[in-house]
């Protein structure tokens, strides 16, 4: 089957999280990706676990549909090898600190002079300029400096980041949609380019409401729970043996809900709910009197009620849940492979759904080096000198 991607020829030089997602969507799309990894023990993931026959499942989750080699870059002879690969391919991905390319002798100034088409993409925590570039930033740091922690949470709680590594994914998206755009002025012009994506400013980018109210009014993101905070009720509500989620979020919706689902018409009257904003803006009250109707039954009963009337409604699902609603299942979220080593696993699906050209599951996660001999013998070189740069410790 076609897939979008095919002829694309990506080196992924990153590690963790950020940089293997977003190698592994151009892999997913027919992309050949060579996750290059360092010598000897590899990308940082598979000391992380849960393990399956000492496969790190957290490695195998995003770096499927990809060939692994790994070389030691501190080595002439491996850094070498490195330089001619790097001559054929189109996209080249790290996530090294600024600075450590330039004393490897891989970063974008020395490779374009080699093959001038790159595409270079570095994410780091901070980007590459400025004063907190030599800075260490993980996930959790970027989730502080970027506003998220402050504003997540409950208000009277201590912030709270997102219950799941949010800006390393921006930073992810941000990185494959830039690639993307940089891929169709290659197309156009033969030129490459180089990409300086962080993970601060990848979460920042995503924050266009709050920004809209801080720049419009001074209006600071404050803690709000479940609550939003310019819509009402668009939040999570106790029933009487759940939460569940409502979002009556306009006018219209919000009559509905007051008089055919709860039938309390009273509310349409009352004036502090009288529009979207009084109703936003008086929502702990809003709260007050949507729970202590729906304390009367069960959350099945009102998330079929709500489903009736159409008004936007879910439940909050533990992750156990959300992996076996039928929903996800029948959307194809949930894929099945086999791994050499693992043996049979589970993996989450594509997200989106193409008509020509779908994502793919082709191959496992690849264990440590296990494409060396493949990647280096497309490059000319014979089996004798493969077996000498094993026992040199320049391959591992």
Request: charged content about 20%; overall charge negative.
């Amino acid at each position: 089957m076609k897939q979008a991607l095919q002829g694309l020829k990506v080196v992924d030089l990153s590690q963790v999280l950020a940089g293997p997602y977003c190698t592994m969507v151009l892999a997913d799309m027919g992309a050949e990706v060579i996750k290059i990894e360092k010598y000897p023990n590899g990308d940082d993931t598979r000391t992380m676990g849960p393990f399956v026959n000492e496969e790190s499942h957290m490695y195998m989750m995003v770096n499927r549909n990809k060939k692994g080699v790994c070389i030691n870059l501190k080595t002439d002879e491996g850094l070498a090898l490195f330089k001619e690969l790097i001559q054929s391919v189109d996209v080249l991905v790290e996530n090294y600190r600024p600075g450590v390319t330039r004393k490897l002798g891989i970063d974008y100034d020395t490779l374009k002079v080699i093959n001038p088409g790159l595409i270079y993409c570095s994410i780091s925590g901070y980007g590459q300029t400025g004063p907190y570039s030599q800075k260490g930033g993980y996930d959790i740091m970027a989730q502080g400096l970027s506003g998220l922690m402050h504003m997540t949470g409950e208000a009277d709680g201590r912030p709270v980041k997102v219950g799941f590594a949010v800006n390393d994914i921006a930073a992810a998206q941000t990185a494959l949609q830039s690639i993307l755009m940089a891929y169709i002025y290659k197309l156009r012009s033969g030129e490459g380019q180089y990409i300086d994506v962080s993970l601060v400013e990848s979460g920042l980018a995503w924050t266009v409401w709050e920004a809209a109210a801080y720049f419009g009014q001074g209006e600071l993101p404050e803690r709000t729970g479940t609550a939003h905070r310019v819509s009402a009720p668009y939040q999570g509500f106790k029933t009487q043996d759940d939460y569940i989620l409502v979002g009556a979020g306009n006018q219209k919706l919000w009559e509905i809900f007051a008089t055919k689902v709860v039938n309390r018409s009273d509310w349409l009257t009352n004036p502090y709910f009288a529009t979207n904003y009084l109703r936003a803006q008086n929502v702990k009250m809003l709260e007050e009197e949507i729970e202590s109707e729906l304390v009367q039954h069960k959350a099945s009963y009102w998330l079929e009620l709500l489903d009736k009337h159409g008004v936007p409604s879910s439940p909050i699902y533990a992750y156990d849940q959300t992996l076996n609603d039928p929903h996800i299942l029948e959307r194809g979220m949930i894929l099945s492979y086999e791994h050499p080593i693992a043996g049979s696993m589970r993996t989450l699906g594509f997200p989106a759904k193409f008509s020509r050209t779908p994502g793919q599951l082709t191959s496992a996660a690849p264990t440590l080096g296990q494409h060396n001999e493949e990647v280096l013998q497309a490059l000319s070189i014979s089996d004798k000198k493969i077996a000498a740069l094993k026992a040199a410790e320049i391959i591992k």
